[in-house]
């Protein structure tokens, strides 16, 4: 079975950074993309970017570049991403979803709260 | 980028009754892929590639459109169709996602 195993939840003070990470299994970690997407309280979905793990090339949505850094480790199948400076803004559910043709398998989602 | 409005924003069905939502795209788009997610919940793959259901979808769903336009219909809508239902595009980057539309059922 394809699964996406994601981290729990953070709790971090503005102008920190968090590093979450999403464990795959059940398929060939270095054959898809493996994408970020945000979801803020009662909001709506918003993609980060993506990265493929066979040659750790990636993609970001310009909003979030030097906002996100995107790194894979293929011997642990598993892919992370690092948010820095965090604001109030970046207070968020975080989905790792592969990327086929569409996104068909999604992780659990990370809480990130940023509070002082 | 490519801007997904999607509408109605709430839609309000009874049982039994045949819904639709649509999606329309700032640009043209090669297909339209649908999640739905309820609270609480990651997204589900719901529809893929305009038209096909995804694993375990009921054939009460269906989805079409081409270009700027598309749409996800419910033949008889159940009570545990209740969700939020996102389109997103997959033709250019950024990939987006509409706003979604809430379906519930009175």
């Known amino acids: 079975e394809v699964q996406l195993q994601q981290s729990g939840t953070v709790l971090a003070r503005p102008g920190a950074s968090v590093k979450m990470s999403c464990k795959a299994s059940g398929y060939s970690f270095t054959s898809y993309w493996m994408h970020w997407v945000k979801q803020r309280p009662g909001q709506g979905l918003e993609w980060i970017g993506a990265i493929y793990p066979g040659n750790s090339d990636t993609s970001y949505n310009q909003k979030f570049k030097g906002k996100a850094k995107l790194t894979a480790v293929t011997s642990a199948s598993t892919a992370y991403m690092e948010l820095s400076s965090l604001t109030n803004e970046d207070s968020a559910v975080y989905y790792c979803?592969?990327?086929?043709?569409?996104?068909?398998?999604w992780g659990a989602g990370t809480t990130v709260t940023v509070s002082s | 980028q490519i801007v997904l409005s999607q509408s109605p924003a709430i839609l309000s069905a009874s049982p039994g009754e045949k819904v639709t939502m649509t999606c329309r795209a700032s640009?043209?788009?090669?297909?339209m892929h649908w999640y739905q997610q309820k609270p609480g919940s990651s997204p589900k793959p719901w529809i893929y590639a305009t038209s096909n259901l995804a694993s375990g979808v009921p054939a009460r769903f269906s989805g079409s459109g081409s270009g700027t336009s598309y749409s996800l219909t419910i033949s008889r809508v159940e009570a545990e169709d209740a969700a939020t239902y996102y389109c997103q595009q997959w033709s250019s980057n950024p990939r987006t996602f509409g706003g979604g539309t809430k379906l519930e059922i009175k």
């Open positions: 979803t592969r990327g086929a043709r569409y996104f068909d398998v």
């Open positions: 640009s043209s788009v090669s297909y």
